[in-house]
């Protein structure tokens, strides 16, 4: 009991910052100031309940760092939120937007609640009263401190946390943006329901798309056959295994807290989540063998396994006995340091979580810059684009004398949505981070990704900070 309450997430991120920080030369002050966080805000509020009796709920707001405003973080609702936790969270969101130049210093928010256990109406209550804790002190706002979803919340909390700030904040023209991933009725945005699991599909594909690495791990390039172990079906997961199955990914096991699934022959994605969302279970399931100990599945032989759960899932336990070339952590920590080590020395490739995660965070921005604007991506110029396309096609069947079919036209000819916009963006921001932080890895000659993208993202904080100056 008392090593677990020590344990601090917070530290074990300064530790492998300080590893990264080994191979830059960077001054030991500035090196400090970017590992502390800027402000930490606990407070404690009353809940009174429909019976009358009143319970003290525990809050949190961090703030790591100010490098670039605002901040931006999720907020999770979780009997396991404590100072330690949320600091640790703040500091993996700093370095994750600057790995994918995403323009925020990163924060994090928590209530110390099991939202299982509250009612609906309970739970606006805790949301709205949150949220006016962080009024008062200055804590949230489209310019200084960006909240979003994390474990325990979702676009039903953003919509009463966005009421509640416009509320207290009626002149503040850009308020909607005081929140992202919030329901598209209170100007959220398209595509991001499945940005995370979208992103890690484009990490993966860029990761197995590099022959040289593909060749040290003894894999052919590209997804095509590629068989995939996935631990965890929620949102995250569910995409990243079906944008996998599409580019010709064969899922072969599921691991799920109450049981997995495994089948060589392949599993249909959405035909196993229909039915897991109507069984709660995929005991029953008619195709491939129902597997008691779904962790039993991290282990079985694959090309790829994609932690997609919790964390701390891969530890020095079963570490020795992973089969699988290349582990994909689309959940937040969920290989230990020890087990990184493990895994590294038994030659297998690591995205890190703070990369392959960032999908939500970078369609989160999207969102906030089209709050900012207050348009939708696409509404100018869409049919002006579809006119310009049509016109150009006309032109090409009158010089050439030939016809486009229904189709060609369709395809060609229809301006982007909104969707479209959020994807192009999305792609470009992965792409480019994956590469960078790749070859980041092979001119220092280190051995993991995941050391240098802190690299990378210490390179960009120290630059920001430099040119920032110290004041007064």
């Not at 330690?84 to 370095?95: H, I, N, R, S, W």
């Not at 919509?159 to 929140?179: L, R």
């Not at 703070?354 to 921005?365: E, F, K, R």
């Not at 969707?419 to 590469?435: I, K, Q």
Request: hydrophobic fraction near 35%; charged fraction near 25%; charge should be negative.
């Amino acid at each position: 009991m008392n090593a677990k309450a020590e344990y601090s997430l917070f530290d074990d991120v300064n530790k492998v910052v300080d590893h990264a920080a080994s191979h830059m030369d960077i001054h030991p002050g500035l090196l400090e100031q970017i590992k502390l966080c800027n402000s930490i805000y606990k407070f404690n509020f009353p809940l009174r309940n429909g019976d009358g009796t009143y319970q003290v709920i525990e809050g949190y707001r961090v703030q790591h760092s100010h490098h670039k405003l605002p901040v931006k973080g999720g907020i999770r609702y979780s009997s396991f939120v404590n100072e330690e936790e949320v600091k640790g969270l703040a500091a993996l969101m700093t370095y994750k937007c600057a790995l994918v130049n995403i323009p925020y210093g990163g924060a994090k928010g928590g209530v110390r609640i099991d939202h299982k256990k509250y009612t609906r109406d309970q739970l606006e209550k805790i949301t709205r009263r949150y949220t006016s804790e962080l009024i008062k002190k200055k804590f949230i706002g489209p310019a200084i401190d960006v909240p979003a979803p994390d474990y325990g919340t979702s676009s039903q909390e953003m919509a009463w946390i966005v009421d509640t700030f416009e509320a207290f904040n009626p002149e503040v023209i850009n308020a909607k943006g005081c929140v992202t991933g919030k329901p598209l009725s209170q100007h959220g945005i398209e595509g991001r329901t499945e940005a995370t699991g979208m992103g890690v599909y484009i990490g993966i594909r860029e990761a197995v798309s590099v022959r040289e690495d593909m060749d040290e791990l003894g894999l052919k390039v590209g997804l095509k056959g590629k068989t995939v172990v996935l631990q965890g079906l929620g949102n995250v997961g569910f995409y990243s295994a079906k944008y996998l199955s599409e580019a010709g990914a064969k899922i072969i096991g599921i691991a799920e807290y109450n049981g997995g699934l495994w089948d060589e022959n392949g599993i249909d994605i959405d035909e196993i989540k229909a039915y897991q969302l109507e069984n709660k279970s995929f005991k029953g399931y008619e195709k491939g063998e129902f597997i008691e100990n779904a962790n039993s599945l991290l282990t079985k032989p694959c090309d790829i396994l994609i932690p997609a759960a919790l964390e701390n899932q891969i530890t020095s336990e079963n570490a020795h006995d992973i089969q699988a070339k290349l582990i994909a952590e689309a959940a937040n920590g969920p290989v230990t340091q020890e087990a990184n080590t493990i895994l590294l020395e038994k030659g297998i490739m690591i995205i890190p979580d703070m990369y392959l995660n960032a999908g939500g965070v970078t369609v989160s921005y999207f969102e906030w810059l089209k709050n900012l604007s207050r348009v939708s991506f696409g509404k100018l110029e869409k049919r002006y684009d579809m006119k310009k396309y049509d016109e150009l096609l006309e032109g090409i069947e009158k010089a050439t004398g030939d016809s486009f079919s229904d189709e060609q036209k369709r395809v060609i000819i229809k301006g982007a949505s909104e969707r479209d916009l959020v994807n192009s963006g999305l792609e470009e921001t992965m792409v480019t981070a994956y590469h960078h932080m790749n070859s980041v890895r092979k001119e220092k000659g280190i051995k993991d990704l995941r050391t240098a993208g802190f690299i990378v993202a210490l390179e960009r904080i120290a630059i920001s900070y430099t040119d920032l100056g110290i004041f007064p």
